[in-house]
């Protein structure tokens, strides 16, 4: 596709429900990172995969957080048990292959969570 | 260790006038840096990014910004501020870490704000 899409748009669910939220990456694009937004604040890394393997998730918050890239092309954040400290937007980048660290990340317009 | 500190949480400008927005890093490794804007309810856009070329790097929309490796700083300027240019500003450090694989660290942001 043109760029990295995210979906749904916008999640409401009542605390303790599980989420599950998806990001399409751009065609061809290795790496693939999750980053939390909270309200006023900039992104939060949270994990980063490179194709189907995930290299670093240390920025997950808890043991409700979950992500998996099982084909190396789209991603699924699961939050399980829903807080309303996990109110947030929840953004997906991807980029180029090769030297990672070097090229820039196209970012998905994010996913609106919030638990009510 | 890697960390970016954005100076200014909020920066006024009258349309016309010039824009200054600083960000200064820290990195273990030669790093990355990059400026994104994020416009309400819109997705993250890259406006510029330093990967170890020229240090006076040009951007989008007449931003630029310049890599001063002794002063660790990565400060955004702009010669003449428009009023679409009132947004968020992200400032963002990346590298690799021990392990081999990238790591990408966000500044909490700086809110433009530019009057008419």
């Known amino acids: 596709g043109a760029g990295v899409s995210q979906s749904p748009r916008y999640k409401v669910a009542k605390r303790g429900q599980d989420v599950a939220l998806r990001c399409d990456p751009i065609?061809?694009?290795?790496?693939l990172f999750w980053y939390q937004q909270a309200l006023g604040q900039g992104p939060e890394f949270l994990t980063y995969f490179q194709n189907e393997a995930q290299l670093d998730k240390s920025g997950l918050p808890s043991d409700r957080f979950f992500a998996e890239r099982p084909e190396g092309s789209v991603s699924t954040l699961k939050i399980q048990r829903t807080q309303q400290e996990d109110s947030a937007v929840y953004l997906c980048a991807s980029s180029l292959p090769g030297q990672v660290y070097s090229y820039e990340q196209y970012f998905g317009p994010g996913t609106r969570l919030t638990v009510t | 260790a890697q960390s970016v500190t954005q100076l200014d949480s909020h920066v006024s400008v009258s349309e016309g006038t010039p824009v200054l927005l600083r960000c200064n890093y820290s990195?273990?490794?030669?790093?990355?840096l990059f400026w994104y804007v994020q416009h309400p309810n819109k997705g993250l856009q890259l406006l510029l990014k330093y990967t170890s070329a020229a240090t006076l790097v040009k951007g989008i929309n007449g931003f630029e910004a310049e890599f001063k490796k002794s002063e660790t700083s990565f400060h955004l300027t702009k010669p003449s501020a428009h009023m679409s240019d009132a947004a968020e500003y992200f400032c963002?450090?990346?590298?690799?870490?021990?392990?081999?694989?990238?790591?990408?660290?966000f500044g909490i942001g700086t809110k433009l704000q530019v009057i008419p």
């Open positions: 990195s273990s490794y030669s790093p990355s």
């Open positions: 065609s061809g694009h290795v790496s």
């Open positions: 963002v450090v990346s590298g690799r870490v021990s392990g081999g694989y990238q790591k990408v660290t």
